[in-house]
């Protein structure tokens, strides 16, 4: 069965503070995994795809990127808008097109 | 561009009862999708249209659950009778393609089964 894990469940960082959130997949056979963010009362906001072990993608203070069995979102020097909850999904080839979410992780940062 | 709209935001109902929920997907998107968050899960998938056409309905939970979309634009959720299970954030979602790409989310809809 298709499973997709995020660790940690919940992060606190100061301002300024670098970390990484982690999604373990497995997945037989990757399409693309996807970075969402979700901040609250509003739905997933796509951030990034990845399709490719070795590929990353960057936006602002966020980097992504992807391992044969793992992705990692950095972000790079915080600030407090960056707190979300950030979730990330694995879509596999053939089939239905339908990605495989995992539970997030909810980053909170303070100034 | 207007994005995908949700309503109601929120609904509290009791066991038995009807609710339906309206999701308004980007115009052009012929790709909606609905899904389904419990507190303290993953994010689930529900149902896929492409246009008026139901293309994957595998996660639909049970038989109380009807899922429509008139004319390939907007789709409807109907969930009778609820039960307490049900309650959970419902994400209506649409796309130009397949795939997670460019999925839009619209802002859900809390349903508190009572």
């Known amino acids: 069965e298709d499973q997709v894990t995020q660790s940690p469940e919940a992060l606190r960082l100061q301002e300024g503070e670098s970390s990484s959130l982690n999604c373990s997949y497995t997945v037989s056979g990757l399409r693309g995994l996807f970075w969402y963010r979700q901040d609250p009362g509003k739905g997933p906001e796509f951030l990034f795809t990845?399709?490719?072990a070795g590929e990353e993608k960057e936006k602002e203070r966020l980097k992504a990127t992807l391992t044969k069995k793992e992705s990692f979102l950095h972000i790079t020097a915080p600030k407090p808008e960056d707190s979300a909850t950030y979730l990330c999904a694995a879509l596999k080839s053939g089939g239905s097109y339908i990605p495989t979410f995992g539970r997030g992780t909810s980053l909170i940062v303070h100034p | 561009e207007a994005g995908v709209t949700q309503f109601p935001s929120h609904s509290v109902i009791e066991k038995g009862q009807t609710v339906t929920l309206r999701c308004d997907p980007i115009s052009g998107h012929d790709n909606l999708y609905w899904y389904r968050r419990v507190m303290g899960k993953e994010i689930k998938f529900l149902l896929h249209f492409v246009k008026e056409s139901k293309q994957d309905e595998s996660g639909m939970p049970n038989n109380r659950f009807l899922a429509e979309r008139t004319g390939g634009t907007y789709s409807t959720l109907k969930v009778q009778p609820a039960e307490l299970e049900d309650s959970g954030v419902y994400f209506c979602?649409?796309?130009?393609?397949?795939?997670?790409?460019?999925?839009?989310f619209g802002s859900g809809t809390r349903l508190t089964v009572v």
């Open positions: 990845l399709y490719s």
């Open positions: 979602a649409s796309s130009e393609f397949r795939g997670g790409d460019g999925y839009t």
